[in-house]
């Protein structure tokens, strides 16, 4: 029997999260999750598509649309009849079979990160093991399904919006798995729920630099401004779903939404402490927090000014990656030297985190990197 | 009986996906059979009980040998009109079926040890201490890791402009 090995700030807890007992066992089990799972999905894009339009109305001094229902509240309805209502155009040089599975394709894996991640304890469809690494697994599928996209569409302006959203994925899964390789460290284990419980002060606090690593290379793996190369008009349409119109322009539409709901969801089952709150029960704390993420992405997405391609890749490798590099070494000798779980010492721990934070990211904008510098051709 | 079930549907689309790759005219629909073929490995790694093996496999060969693998076929030319035609099909066809051979007859020769104590779980415990921990497979995997280093620093160097 291999002793297994409990270092770290938190005592590794050994919970089994078994998965409530229906009645029925398994299949029942699999069939209430995969509904929930859906109908969350399907509920929060709406939530997100309202706050985003509404909110960023605000932001920008204008209304937003106000006039379907109380409040615009319909409006994300009103948008899902009349896009499905539209009429499908497929180019006539299309790759016909290729240009109906892309969105299909693209749209299964942005519902399937849903499977590992915790509402409450123990309430997910599969607590894997191995929880974490299948999100990066399945998130890495969607690619394909952009490429089938600009490829199928016969368009060189989609090719080019597919060949520009691929290399910004494979830049920003760098230091977006090197930011989630700090919490794994911490928390001793990579099943979701247990990187749950094992918060028992949210993690931003002990990586807070982790976060903020995660937050910009997941805000640019899904394309949201700043890093929302996809919609620049003036150079490549719309990039790759150019093409695409009626119900399957609505599913990429959908998985982009998705996207962004299931990264506020990892953000706060990794960083926010995922269901744990007191007082309001825990699937509440968990949906107020995803929305409270998603609303500082909308919030950044009005504030900064979107960049250049050949910046979006500069900052990827010669910002997010080193940082993150930095931030995985001093994770590991924090955890090596096993500091007191009590809580002065943490305290201790938070403040100097945020000190290696403020002076890391100072050093980097004043002297190693500034966008702009050097021009890197994709 | 459901691990048989999963057992054969996933072969069995492993070997028409792997048949498409060969026999498709398109090479962007090679491409795409390609990926289909590696997921169902995946699906064999499952039945097996080894989850870990199977994400990896996900993540490595649909996430970043396939990505590149489509990468290639955009950048190549005239590549729209579907295969490129050339004078090797003989030969590739003759190496192909020597190396089945081969397989075969490794595979039909060794002596497979088989078990039946239950698999390992969780398995990513056991694999971590079996590659990092003492008496484990620490210098292979160091060494691997230092010649992918070396592999990454050669191709920039190779396809850097002067």
């Known amino acids: 029997m291999m002793p297994v090995l409990n270092f770290g700030i938190h005592h590794q807890v050994f919970i089994p999260a078994v998965p409530p007992d229906w009645p029925g066992g398994f299949w029942w089990h699999w069939l209430f999750f995969t509904v929930v799972i859906i109908a969350f999905v399907l509920t929060m894009v709406m939530g997100a598509i309202y706050i985003e339009r509404r909110g960023m109305g605000r932001m920008q001094s204008r209304l937003g649309p106000n006039r379907t229902g109380p409040f615009g509240l319909l409006q994300p309805v009103a948008d899902a009849i009349k896009v499905l209502l539209k009429e499908n155009i497929v180019p006539v040089k299309a790759d016909k079979l290729v240009h109906w599975l892309a969105p299909v394709v693209a749209f299964a894996p942005a519902l399937m990160l849903f499977a590992v991640i915790p509402f409450q304890d123990g309430a997910l469809l599969a607590d894997l093991n191995i929880g974490i690494l299948y999100i990066v697994a399945i998130s890495s599928v969607s690619t394909v399904g952009i490429f089938m996209a600009g490829w199928a569409s016969s368009n060189k302006y989609s090719l080019l919006g597919a060949m520009r959203n691929v290399a910004a994925i494979v830049s920003y899964e760098m230091p977006l798995v090197l930011a989630i390789v700090g919490v794994v460290l911490i928390a001793g284990s990579l099943s979701l729920n247990r990187i749950v419980i094992a918060q028992d002060i949210p993690f931003i606090l002990l990586q807070p630099l982790g976060f903020f690593l995660f937050f910009a290379a997941g805000c640019a793996e899904i394309n949201r401004s700043p890093f929302d190369l996809m919609e620049a008009d003036s150079e490549i349409v719309a990039g790759f779903h150019t093409e695409y119109s009626g119900m399957k322009f609505a599913m990429f539409y959908l998985v982009e939404y998705a996207e962004a709901i299931a990264i506020a969801a990892i953000i706060t089952t990794l ?12 699937w509440l704390w968990f949906v107020t927090k995803v929305m409270a993420v998603f609303f500082t992405m909308v919030w950044t997405r009005t504030t900064l000014p979107r960049i250049r391609i050949d910046q979006l890749m500069a900052l990827a490798w010669k910002f997010l990656l080193p940082l993150a590099v930095i931030n995985l070494i001093i994770t590991a000798i924090q955890v090596l030297a096993s500091w ?39 | 009986m459901g691990l048989a079930i999963g057992f054969w549907i996933s072969a069995s689309v492993i070997i028409a996906a792997a048949l498409g790759v060969v026999l498709l005219r398109n090479i962007f629909r090679a491409a795409l059979s390609l990926i289909l073929c590696f997921l169902m490995v995946a699906g064999i790694y499952i039945t097996l009980s080894a989850d870990f093996l199977a994400a990896v496999q996900i993540l490595v060969y649909v996430g970043a040998i396939s990505v590149l693998i489509i990468l ?8 729209q009109r579907g295969n490129l035609s050339n004078k090797l099909q003989l030969p590739a066809f003759i190496v192909a079926l020597l190396f089945l051979g081969v397989l075969v007859l490794t595979v039909t020769n060794t002596p497979w040890p088989i078990t039946d104590t239950a698999p390992v779980v969780p398995t990513t415990t056991t694999i971590a201490s079996r590659l990092f921990g003492e008496g484990g497979f620490i210098l292979p995997v160091e060494i691997a890791a230092a010649l992918l280093l070396s592999a990454i620093l050669g191709a920039i160097v190779l396809a850097r402009e002067k």
């Open chain 1, 271 to 282: 960083f926010l402490g995922g269901w744990r709150g007191p007082l309001l029960p825990p």
């Open chain 2, 72 to 79: 290639a076929i955009m950048m190549t030319r005239e590549v």
């Open chain 1, 340 to 378: 007191p779980d009590t809580l002065p010492w943490t305290l201790v721990m938070i403040i100097v985190n945020f000190t290696i934070l403020a002076v890391l990211v100072l050093l980097w904008s004043k002297f190693f990197f500034r966008l702009g510098w050097g021009r890197i051709e994709v």
